[in-house]
């Protein structure tokens, strides 16, 4: 139990550290040098918040889950998305 919290807690920060988020982050740092208002800070640090969520979730899930299940489950959300997408294709959406 001790060495998968550990795990979590390497994978939250291997999540910050991504490039996807650090690139996001300094956009973040950019803008607020510049002068941006309340809203335009909103923005970002949803967009900023969501990406680092986003990235924690898969890592965690991936050392929760373990490879095979991770990829089990990758598998099946695609299929799911590829039946989405023929019904919607049926009904012209």
């Known amino acids: 139990m001790i ?6 807690s390497e994978a939250t920060k291997d999540a910050m550290t991504m490039p996807e988020v650090m690139f996001e982050a ?3 740092f950019r803008k607020v040098q510049n002068g941006i208002s309340a809203e335009e800070f909103s923005e970002v640090m949803f967009r900023y918040s969501g990406i680092l969520s986003a990235a924690t979730a898969t890592l965690v899930a991936s050392v929760c ?5 991770m ?3 990758i598998s ?3 299929e799911f998305e590829k ?8 009904f012209g959406e």
């Open 76 to 78: 099946e959300i695609d």
């Open 71 to 73: 990829n089990e489950m």
């Open 83 to 90: 039946t989405t997408s023929e019904i919607l294709s049926e």
């Open 65 to 69: 889950l373990g490879e095979n299940k």
């Open 26 to 28: 300094a956009k973040v």
């Open 3 to 8: 060495i998968k919290a550990m795990e979590i």
